[in-house]
């Protein structure tokens, strides 16, 4: 039986009280870290482009998120007159909700020992308690609902901004976010079928014994680049910002949203980075797990944990400073003619190998089989893509194109 | 003795309340977006609903497959053909009382086939926990056959959305 110690049995009040305290800390911590998020960001990438940053607000410039937050607050909260001011007041809630969503599922801390799903408990006010928000029994999939949540957020302001580069920006936004969201959703079957539980704290616990247990070759290679590049492609980041392309879109999605609004869809995207860095060390690397050093258990787990996350920020401002803006075509062909396929190969793949290796069934069958399954597919794909490109290219035949 | 104040009917009548409320919203609302995320609380009602019978994975998939897929198609297809921000369009057509005949209709039918079949059966005190693996499980044993039928179907209706959309 899995699930969080703290809510089995009878509940009393110290236990809500444990609950709200987590709740608490987690929703302070990400504010937290979203302003951290958001200084770490500008510093590193001025850093990369031999620039300063901000300089002036506090040591090294830390309070200049602060700075802008409070400027947010006092400025002119504007709508469009021809705006529908209901779902435009109710869009950047809808963001920034979704967006602390996600963070409830990631186990930040606790001890976790020799893949035992028992183990990674913490005591917090005499009670055994999981060091995470909550651990639902479909546990991951609560990030795809949330996702899936998040467009209508984007989709809901630019819409009701009753403007034209809103709603282009917020198509080209969800369209985006729905294709890659196939391909997220696939590299997470992967990792669910190698820890063999959809809760994040026994996917944790499933990784934790060391160089074995850590299914890096199930999901370190394919599922967590697949899921890597999806991801990117959900936070609309670079190199997939197309959404809020400035010299096609004006601001995307929010180009009418200002003041404390604009704020929260800007509060909702950071988030978000930290949010999917932190789902990302989760699934594929250990989350809290690791060595442990003179026995300070209730430090060095939520260190590495924070270790970890702080590598994938590190990366996805990296990416921001080096790689260009992808072309709308290019990006639908990278999730849905790259990404998706390989994945489904992928899951193929590992799992013939899984029921070769633990359900002992003879390997050749299993082989033939597989095989021929890989190459119809292969042959039928090959097929569609190359009927889609004829299609294309007869719709765009040359005396088309010839104004251009 | 029925206990009507437990934590569980509370929860269950405000949702209950909010679902109701947003589905005759739903019909009267002149403004198709309104309409569409009305129907967007009446999904997320019962997802609520099926949270509260501890069916977890039944109400994530709700949210997953109902209001992150088909309800984000549904407003995509309103927003890029006609969806006017400002001025209402008249959406209720001439026939509505026919609907409402219906609707009563079948509520009745409902409540009857509810009532007849389980009269005035107790639930039981523990709650029947049934987890995601007892639902993989009998999806891919008991009800195989229905469920590929299922997926052949949906098949089928993806195939036919395509061709009909295919313009050679």
Redo the contacts between chains.
Sequence with gaps: MSGDPLLRGTIDFVDVLVVLFKVGIAFGFLLVATMFMVWFERKLISDMQNRIGPNVAGPWGILQTLADGLKFFFKEDLRPREADSLVFRLAPYLSVVTAFVAFAIVPVGGVFKDGDPTSGTVSLFGKETYLQVADPPMGILLLLAASSIAVYGIMLAGWSSGSKYPLLGAVRASAQAISYEAALGMAVVAVVIAAGSLSTHDIVAAQSGGYRSWYWFATGLIPFVVFFIAATAELNRPPFDLVEAEQELVGGFHTEYSSIRFAMFFLAEFMNVITMSAIMVTLFFGGPAGPIFFGLDWLFPTLWFFGKVLVFLFVFVWFRATLPRLRYDQLMNLGWKVLIPVMLGWLLVYRAIVLWRDDKIDPIPTIIVGSIIAIVCTALLTAAFSAGDRAFERENTPSDREGS | MLSVLVAQNIAFGIIAAIACISAVRMVTTQ?V??AA?YL?AVLASLAAIYILLVA??V??TQ??VY???VM?LF??GV??TR?P??GDSRLTGDHWPIGLGVAVMLAGVLTYVVLDFFGSDQLPNDPIVF??ADVGDSIFSTYLVPFEAVSVLLLAALIGAIVLVRK?
């Design positions: 403004n977006v309104h995320l967007v977890e994975f109400a994530t949210f997953l209001i992150g897929a984000v407003l995509f927003m890029l969806a921000t400002t987890d995601t050679d």
